[in-house]
């Protein structure tokens, strides 16, 4: 059973860090990963997909990186700003399923 | 084109009513997903529909929650004698062809419920 885990739970750090944030997962056949970006109250938004085959998926400031044999994703965001403050969610869609599993996000607050 | 749609975008309901929530998926995609995410958690999965039928429905709690997709498109949430616990925003999700493949899912805004 495929399971996500996101470290940290939450992120506080001033204006203008590179950070990085962590998501692990348990079962390495997986047909691609999302990161999510979820502001209070709001839906989805997708931020990047890494499809199996790929290791790195770049779009402006973010940068994910996957790493499948060791079940791992990172989630790289250059020179924070205030508005990158949010939850981010990783989700992974495991070979042979359609469904989603989420992990618990990570809440970054970007102090001006 | 539009994304996913879904309505209302909050509900707010009394113990014991029932209710239906909506999701319009892009247009064109045959599977649609439905997912509960509780405060402080993420979106956990419920249901999915191939085209009219549920394809796998083992994510619904319990019998008081049904969803119907009677044309292949929009697809309707309904709960029943709705209890305080369902409280959660429901989020919708379709892709173009669904499962054993590397479809893409994109979500739609979610419908805020909550059952005081």
């Known amino acids: 059973k495929q399971e996500v885990t996101q470290i940290p739970a939450a992120l506080s750090v001033p204006e203008g860090e590179n950070l990085v944030l962590n998501c692990s997962f348990t079962d390495s056949a997986i047909y691609n990963l999302q990161w999510f970006r979820q502001d209070p109250g709001k839906g989805l938004t997708s931020l990047l997909l890494i499809q199996s085959s790929q290791r790195e998926q770049t779009s402006g400031r973010l940068n994910a990186s996957l790493d499948k044999s060791s079940g791992r994703s990172t989630l790289y965001i250059a020179a924070s700003q205030p508005g990158d403050s949010a939850t981010y969610l990783c989700a992974v869609l495991t070979s042979g399923t359609y469904k989603y599993i989420f992990g618990t996000g990570t809440r970054l607050k970007v102090l001006a | 084109g539009a994304g996913v749609s879904q309505t209302p975008s909050n509900k707010v309901t009394e113990k014991g009513k029932y209710v239906e929530l909506r999701c319009d998926p892009i247009s064109g995609h045959t599977a649609l997903y439905w997912y509960r995410q509780s405060l402080g958690q993420g979106p956990e999965f419920l249901i999915y529909?191939?085209?009219?039928?549920?394809?796998?429905d083992s994510g619904l709690p319990n019998d008081r929650f049904f969803a119907v997709r009677p044309e292949g498109s929009v697809s309707t949430l309904k709960i029943q004698r709705t209890e305080r616990g369902d409280s959660a925003v429901y989020l919708c999700a379709s892709s173009l062809t669904g499962a054993g493949t590397r479809d893409e899912q994109f979500f739609g805004p979610g419908t805020r419920l909550t059952v005081l």
């Open positions: 529909f191939q085209g009219t039928g549920a394809a796998d």
